[in-house]
């Protein structure tokens, strides 16, 4: 077992090089940051319906920004490093959401699902690393030049490949194209990233192991991002029975959802038997719109568009189903279940102490 080195971002330095991913929605709150950061790596907390996620357990009514703020100060309690991940694709929340999570002082902000192209127009970041995550070269060269107006410079860049759990940033039948592949990614995006000044590069997507780790390290990384193998654990707000999908989920269960898919329009990876996706496989679930974190402007410049408002025919209601996974109106709506595709290999659900214990090296991981 090799020793991981420290990460640095922006002058900060992580003991591990363990970014545990952002999960939305409701699966990274602040329980899960928390413990991570307490064990050395980087905790996330997902800004996807934190309004509402957070009212509820504080039992007293929260904006966006408060929610944010809330977050972001509890992941911190314990020491460690914390941040935020905060989708483009939530458009209506995206600049409330920065906002709280800079004020209270995360660590990072990290940001995907669609191109962060404004955030550090948002507010000044001080302390904050301002960290993009890109499918290929081309998007962080595109990030970088928009970013240089303003004067800024990603801290850090997550390469996200196509074996990641969520939305993916690559259209349905490029997925498996071999050149596609996390290894053959990085390269060009390591070299774009020395073009643009040297900006860290932290890689994601089906990163399982110890070995993993060490081998995408060699191979010129700075740092992981992972996300399934920490949606199983103990304090991961996930519902218990979203987790033990995942214990019981065989390779062959897991899938690319695309009509019916997302309303944000990417590939978006679940479990087949998610109970609403099943519903959407058969156009079950009436178009209903009630959380609206997903609507686009219309003509007018108000948030009244999504494709799953008005039919079921390609979209699934996915504010419904992911919230629903949080325990969130979970007996008014039917969950949806999105993972990684190494979910199959989980089999246990572990506290996030013994999982940095085996990813870290310090102890063997069980054989099963
Ligand atoms: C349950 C789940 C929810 C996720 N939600 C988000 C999200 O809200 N925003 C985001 O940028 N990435 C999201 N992701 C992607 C993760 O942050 C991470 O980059 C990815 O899952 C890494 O691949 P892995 O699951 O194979 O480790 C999600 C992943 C999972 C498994
Ligand atoms: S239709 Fe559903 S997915 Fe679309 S914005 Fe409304 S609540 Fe969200």
């Known amino acids: ?178 050149s596609n592949r996390l290894e053959n990614l990085l390269p060009p995006v390591k070299d774009m990233a020395l073009k643009y000044g040297g900006t860290t590069v932290i890689v994601a997507g089906g990163i399982y192991t110890h070995a993993d780790i060490v081998r995408f390290l060699e191979m010129g990384a700075d740092g992981v991002q992972m996300g399934t193998r920490f949606l199983a654990t103990e304090e991961s707000s996930a519902s218990i029975e979203y987790k033990q999908a995942v214990v019981k989920a065989g390779k062959e269960d897991i899938i690319v959802a695309h009509k019916p898919g997302s309303p944000c329009g990417l590939p978006f990876r679940v479990i087949k038997q998610s109970p609403m996706y099943v519903s959407a496989l058969d156009r079950r679930r009436p178009p209903k719109c009630d959380k609206g974190y997903v609507l686009l402007k219309d003509e007018e410049g108000k948030f009244t568009r999504c494709p799953a408002k008005e039919s079921n025919e390609n979209c699934f209601c996915i504010c419904n189903g992911l919230l629903s996974s949080a325990g969130y109106n979970s007996d008014k709506e039917e969950p949806l279940y999105t993972v990684g595709t190494n979910a199959y290999r989980i089999d246990k659900i572990i506290p996030v102490k013994n999982l940095m214990d085996e990813l870290t090296g310090r102890v063997l991981a069980p054989t099963t």
């Open 1 to 178: 077992m090799e020793l991981l080195p420290p990460l640095v971002i922006k002058g900060k330095k992580i003991s591990l090089p363990i970014i545990q991913g952002g999960m939305g929605v409701g699966v990274s709150l602040s329980p899960l940051a928390r413990a991570v950061a307490r064990e050395g790596g980087v905790g996330v907390v997902s800004s996807a319906c934190l309004d509402r996620l957070v009212s509820k357990r504080s039992g007293r009514k929260l904006t966006t920004y408060e929610a944010a703020y809330e977050e972001i100060s509890l992941a911190k309690a314990s020491g460690g490093a914390a941040g935020m991940n905060i989708m483009v694709a939530l458009v209506r929340d995206y600049e409330d959401s920065v906002r709280g999570a800079l004020d209270a002082g995360a660590d990072f902000i990290i940001s995907g699902a669609g191109l962060p192209l404004n955030l550090p127009a948002i507010q000044q970041p001080k302390e904050t690393a301002l960290i993009p995550i890109v499918s290929s070269s081309r998007a962080l060269e595109l990030i970088c030049k928009k970013w240089e107006r303003v004067g800024y410079r990603p801290d850090a860049v997550v390469l996200e490949g196509p074996l990641a759990g969520g939305h993916l940033g690559f259209k349905i039948d490029q997925i498996e194209n071999e």
